[in-house]
């Protein structure tokens, strides 16, 4: 994200933002799919006036803080991206300008491809670094199990595990109001599944703008495993999953400003099987335009983020895709930082 | 769908047939997911009122017949489904009731799993099939090469692949005017490759409402290969692919009443990655409710569907998942026109 952008795009602060320092929100046309095309809507944006918000009072059909839920308002900005490669764009404009390097704690999170490797337990091969990440200060993680159907049964094997490293669990779907479940947490963990399931829950239950503000603004640490870690990306393009149902939209939490494939999977030079390998995909959706690194994480590889920096943990490596550049492998250790700025597209 | 449904529910013929019989349009609630919930919709009709349109002049942005694109129809067909798992609802509602087997000349297609098997040529293994499909009276087909990225190219292998089978092959992509292109045409083929590329294409060239009419009312033969197989079908809910663009809705064609997942694949004993297997994935879908049979096309099986009959050709077989049910199989020559009809739940 840009340096120049330090604005903070809520409603209020956007327009005191805008009015304050109009040139401030000059966006290098690069970088603009991080932001989902903002630069080009704010292009004649006069003094004063914040496209989408007229100077007179908002009409509830467009304004962010209507009484519209957030579920409600998905759809249309949704629906603006229609016929578009999704990239990040509203409903979470409030938090998309965001830089949460230059306010606030930082932002905190483990990113890991898989819950269980062959032979393990749940969470076995990423204990140690749960432990690490959560530390002493955390007692109690939220849960959500939106990506299962069955979420008793999920909640009680995430409860058992996180009991077992000492913390307790609570599971969101066990909340009468999970928004504030979210207000309340002292650190989230998303769990598994099907990614789309997954997704379109947290645009049912109004959550993706939360989650984004307690994990970016009040710095509280963000555990995602498999399509936990999907969703915690710029959007859910790179999922692996089968679209079972039909979210609002693909934009997902855009805690990193890239995506992730988990479960990454190298070709079976074996195989005698048609469709598509899974790098292959990755291509296709290259070639879409404006579309942002791809981090395929192996199984058994996580990225943990503190703040501006990116480290791949594990012992599988990954596998970096950046559009029109031929792939490249990364080991464990390797510093990922670069994906977390502007020119993400560099390599280092 | 229901014997008892015979109204062809376009805007004036819809009117029509409530008017002549207005009892005619029960829908039994167990095959209502076809209708996407058309029964509901449909319950307090009255006389001569159409639901959607008022009896004065439709509102341009209600009205199936307004000015509006399909494209542009779509979102607002799509944005009333989320929340839902897709079902067969508008924006295709002119042709949802339409009994193909009822009326006109019988629906005719042949959905290939795979476009090539390994060790083959493209299309080689089903090239049988697809003569005998097409057969002398076809002297064109007309090629819709929308999943790939490169049009030119796919539009190439394809037609080099036809003119050794006796068949000329326009692509619809170099046609100025791509609905008059299937207005026009005596066969279509709609070919592999990412099948939410294909869908969005589909939506944005306004071609879903009239392709089911030249297939549905028309008869003329479709071949669908791989995406263009799950276009065929209700949703593209079942695809393997990867969502790299978000379609304004996951409904397809619904030129069959169910849905297929093509390159079906076997779980891998000897494997040790943890992703979900296909099965699982399809059980995944149908803990979503009101989700239709899936049948799992094998790489080198393929449907032929002949009015009301439908056979398993090719030699690898498929397998069959009912929602609710344990998953059977099913070898080739296997009659599966009960998938045709109101009671596809119930097994031969």
């Given at each position: 994200m840009s340096r120049k952008v330090t604005a903070k795009i809520a409603k209020s602060s956007m327009a005191q933002a805008v009015r304050a320092a109009p040139g401030a929100l000059h966006v290098p046309a690069q970088v603009d799919w991080q932001l989902g095309g903002l630069a080009e809507q704010t292009k004649a944006i006069e003094p004063g006036v914040v496209p989408g918000f007229p100077p007179g009072p908002a009409p509830q059909q467009h304004g962010?803080?209507?009484?519209?839920a957030e579920s409600r308002r998905a759809p249309r900005g949704g629906a603006e991206v229609?016929?578009?490669?999704?990239?990040?764009?509203?409903?979470l404009l409030s938090g998309a300008l965001h830089p949460p390097a230059l306010m606030g704690p930082p932002r905190r999170l483990l990113l890991v491809s898989n819950s269980t490797l062959r032979g393990?337990?749940?969470l076995g091969h990423c204990q140690q670094q749960v432990r690490s990440f959560f530390g002493q200060k955390v007692k109690r993680v939220l849960f959500i199990p939106y990506a299962l159907h069955d979420r008793d049964a999920y909640a009680k094997t995430a409860r058992e595990k996180f009991e077992s490293l000492g913390y307790g669990l609570d599971s969101i779907h066990e909340s009468s109001d999970p928004v504030e479940a979210v207000r309340k947490s002292e650190a989230i963990f998303i769990g598994g599944g099907n990614t789309f399931r997954l997704l379109k829950a947290l645009y049912d239950n109004s959550l993706l703008q939360e989650i984004r503000k307690r994990v970016l603004e009040d710095g509280i640490p963000y555990l995602g495993s498999s399509a936990g870690t999907n969703v915690a990306t710029i959007s859910i393009n790179t999922t692996n999953d089968m679209p079972i149902v039909y979210p609002p939209s693909l934009q997902a939490l855009g805690l990193v400003p890239f995506n992730i494939n988990p479960h990454y999977l190298d070709p079976?030079?074996?195989?005698?099987?048609?469709g598509e390998t899974r790098a292959e995909r990755i291509l296709q959706y290259h070639e879409e335009p404006n579309t942002p690194p791809v981090l395929g994480l192996r199984e058994g590889a996580m990225l943990l983020v503190e703040g501006d920096k990116a480290t791949l943990q594990g012992v599988t490596g990954a596998r970096l895709f950046l559009r029109g550049e031929k792939p490249t492998e990364h080991e464990p250790g390797t510093d990922f930082s670069f994906l977390l700025t502007d020119s993400n597209s560099q390599k280092p």
């Open positions: 962010p803080d209507s009484a519209c229609r016929g578009r490669t999704a990239r990040w764009l509203p409903p393990g337990g749940y079976d030079v074996n195989s005698t099987h048609m």
